[in-house]
């Protein structure tokens, strides 16, 4: 098991920034891949950007150039900085931890673009 806490979200306006944070319970070397997800009101999660233990990176296309994930180890923590917002940023965040026989999940933390 692992808890996984999310923090750093809340209200920004468009072209603002923002950095969400992961805090694990435990070492993150133990998941082969750290994520984040998100999930807008009516629509189906999806993943925003992964962080592999090698520390490599891939990218949702709609957030390429504007997010960048990265990890703390020593900390146990993943990051999410996240520039250029826009409204359709909007969503729900979620942290994950990932092995191929399991995924466990944040409870998230609410990304609001606006004006």
């Known amino acids: 098991q692992v808890q996984l806490v999310e923090s750093g979200g809340g209200l920004v306006q468009p072209g603002g920034s923002l950095r969400l944070s992961c805090a694990a319970s435990?070492?993150?070397?133990?998941?082969?891949?750290m994520g984040w997800y998100r999930q807008a009101p009516g629509k189906q999660r999806e993943s925003v950007a992964t962080i592999t233990t090698g520390g490599g990176t891939d990218y949702a296309a709609s957030v390429k150039g504007r997010f960048t994930v990265s990890r703390d180890n020593a900390k146990n923590t993943v990051y999410l900085q996240m520039s250029s917002l826009k409204p359709e940023d909007t969503a729900v965040y979620f942290c994950?931890?990932?092995?191929?026989?399991?995924?466990?999940w944040g409870q998230g933390t609410r990304v609001t673009v606006s004006a």
């Open positions: 435990r070492s993150i070397f133990d998941f082969d891949v």
């Open positions: 994950s931890a990932e092995n191929p026989w399991r995924t466990f």
